[in-house]
């Protein structure tokens, strides 16, 4: 078993759909998942298929409902954000190009949030099981994601 099927199943024990990415980038494998992130599953058995059939696909994970995922474009943000709002201990992945993906629980009130694009200068919305984020240990030519503070 791939290293990258090992990972991914660990994030389906932590209550994370994923898919398999197309090897060195950032869009779901066109081949495995046709339908891109439609077929995102927790289903360890088609998890398994999939890396059985691409190795080395990286994996994109969509967090449920009640994860937010702030993906930020610029570094000097990130350090900004995790001072300002105390984020320092929220989990957190490292991306090639020095920006990062804080993962935050959301209360019930605020669920409703759109996963959209550009709400805030250099910081997209993603996840709320609508938009899947890139994760460790998928490689770009630019290089690896990488977590610094582990998912939970």
Excluded: C
Excluded at 37 to 47: C, I, M, Q, S, Y
Excluded at 68 to 88: Q, T
Excluded at 125 to 150: H, I, K, N, Q, S
């Amino acid at each position: 078993m791939s290293a990258n099927a090992t990972q991914a199943l660990k994030y389906l024990d932590l209550g994370y759909a994923v898919l398999p990415l197309k090897p060195g980038e950032k869009r779901p494998h066109p081949t495995l998942v046709p339908r891109g992130l439609k077929e995102a599953t927790r289903d360890p058995g088609k998890v398994l298929a999939w890396w059985r059939e691409e190795p080395a696909a990286g994996i994109g994970l969509l967090p449920p409902e009640d994860v937010l995922v702030l993906d930020v474009d610029r570094p000097e943000a990130v350090e900004e954000l995790l001072r300002e709002y105390r984020l320092g201990h929220a989990p957190r992945s490292r991306t090639p190009r020095g920006g990062a993906h804080i993962f935050l629980r959301l209360p019930r009130w605020l669920r409703n949030l759109p996963a959209s694009t550009s709400r805030l200068p250099g910081v997209d919305l993603r996840g709320m099981g609508r938009a899947y984020v890139v994760v460790y240990p998928t490689v770009l030519p630019g290089g690896a994601y990488r977590f610094e503070v582990p998912l939970k």
